[in-house]
């Protein structure tokens, strides 16, 4: 290349640069000059047509300050950009700093992507920005969001929202602060607590997170769902909203509203499709009764089946399984409750304690009455031991046992087949010592009966007299008479020290149970 022609395109680069920026007025009706204090203008009138590269601005009439290089635009405004479109009532265009401050009826439209609506819009070319700042609406195939104030970044087709924010779906509503939506991917991001109701009645909470439209596949943090029979919590979500899949990790609580029943764990997830839950992870269950109490119930996994047949309703608890109530402890391999006949079946080396007494059997049923202990079935190999103050075992055993409760506890235990048990007698001596009275307990010997069925009543909890039905074998022994191997009935066993306490149930603390309420969204 010549040094002449060299020359000749870095002399021009600027103009050429220069001119690139120049507004240039491509037809009007009609061209008048005027000033506007010592401003000179063009005032133009009638299809009124202006281009700046590849930017056209049409509209009914304008103002053109050529030396400033900017225009003012009134009726049918209309500018077309690449793959921008825009219309509005009025326009004031700087053709320097490339920025169109639109305002009344604004329609901004990225081509085949979304709509956005407001009556206040500024426009930046060099930024591909357009920003709204008092009330605005983004429209496209599958949604609807408003807000007070947001921008619309044209190249990555990102629309920011801030301030009573609304989104309208047809599966939905939201409302939130703050969210972001990509017009092409059909992606929202949650940047704020957000609530959202479906059309099924469900009501969800998240703090953040993305949702995909299209896919209907949400990936979110720190929420709550709800819906007229149950509620979910935790700390990170999956959901899936087409094949109706909800994975929880972290602090997960799902609680059934018509049971007053929650299960927490660390992970879970919730089939709603197939109507399972599932949870694991320190799991345990809290189950609210009528009395007030509550019935807590640990185990390595809990599974809720959901079904419209009652029958088919229920809840599996497996392995190491542990309960507590107040006044019920047990310990078991696996559960299961059927809320049909509202009854908990204990399997595989069951034990439960109430008071002083310790119930064993091959499998236990435990009826729930008004959310209460009504009766504990007791099936072959059954034991009931308790130990009295001077630690000796008071035993009976059968093939099959019933115990019956009343006001929490144990009431009566009637023994049908097999019956067998050892009572020890004790008996209180008073004596003054030191002009103190002592009571002094001893035994006074030990009763051991064979009769195939029984009923034992009890009072506070301590047995209070035995009845013996079908030619009783009774034997008593004295003290001295005793020997140790006459003392436990074939198949005893003492599990107290497998006996749970509270903290060994309840995995995350006392107030865990707290979480049977709804949560109080932040107010911002």
Known sequence: MSRIVLFTILLFTPFLTFSQKKIKLNHADSLKGSMRGEKRFDKLLGHVAFVQNTTNIFCDSAYFFRSENRLEAFGHVHIT??????????????????????????????LKIAKLYTDFLDYYRIKNEARYFNGGRLVDTTNVLTSKKGYYDVRTNLASFKGEVIGVNPDYT?????????????????????????????????????????????????????????????DNYFIDDVKKFYKVKGHVAMTSKAEKLTI?????????????????????????????????????????????????????????????????????????????????????????????????????????????????????????????????????????????????????????????????????????????????????????????????????GKVSSINFYVKPDASFFPPQNIKEEDRKLKGFTWRGEDRPKRNDVVKRGSDEIKKLEPTAIPNK
């Open 264 to 460: 927490f764990g660390d992970d879970g997830f919730y089939d709603r499709k197939n109507g399972i839950s599932k949870v694991y992870g320190n799991a345990y269950m809290a189950r609210v009764m009528d009395s007030g109490d509550t019935l807590f119930l640990s185990a390595d996994t809990l599974v809720s089946i959901e079904n419209v047949n009652p029958k088919k309703k229920k809840l599996l608890a497996y392995h190491k399984v542990k309960i507590y109530k107040s006044d019920m402890q047990g310990i078991t391999d696996s559960l299961v409750y059927k809320s049909a006949d509202s009854t908990l079946y204990f399997y595989r080396d069951p034990v439960l304690w109430s008071d002083e007494n310790q119930m064993t059997a091959d499998s236990i049923h435990m009826l729930l009455k008004n959310r209460n202990i009504s009766r504990i079935y007791m099936v072959s190999n059954s034991f009931v031991v308790s130990q009295d103050s001077l630690l000796n075992f008071n035993q009976i055993k059968g093939r099959k046992m019933t115990t019956y409760f009343e006001n929490k506890n144990i009431h009566h235990v009637i023994v049908e087949g097999n019956g067998e048990s050892i009572y020890h007698a004790l008996e209180e001596k008073k004596i003054i010592k030191d002009s103190l009275l002592i009571k002094i307990t001893f035994l006074a010997g030990m009763n051991k009966i064979i009769c195939s069925n029984m009923r034992i009543d009890f009072k506070a």
């Open 81 to 110: 950009d690449d793959s921008v479109d825009i219309t509005s009532l009025q326009l004031e265009y700087d053709g320097t700093k490339k920025i169109a401050h639109l305002r009344k009826n604004v329609v901004f439209e990225k």
């Open 174 to 234: 939201l409302t939130s602060d703050t969210l972001q939506y990509n017009s092409k991917t059909r992606m929202i991001y949650f940047r704020d607590f957000t609530t959202l109701k479906d059309k099924e009645g469900k009501t969800a909470y998240y703090q953040n997170g993305v949702y995909d439209t299209r896919k209907k596949i949400s990936s979110l943090t720190n929420g709550e769902m709800e819906s007229p029979t149950y509620r979910i919590k935790g």
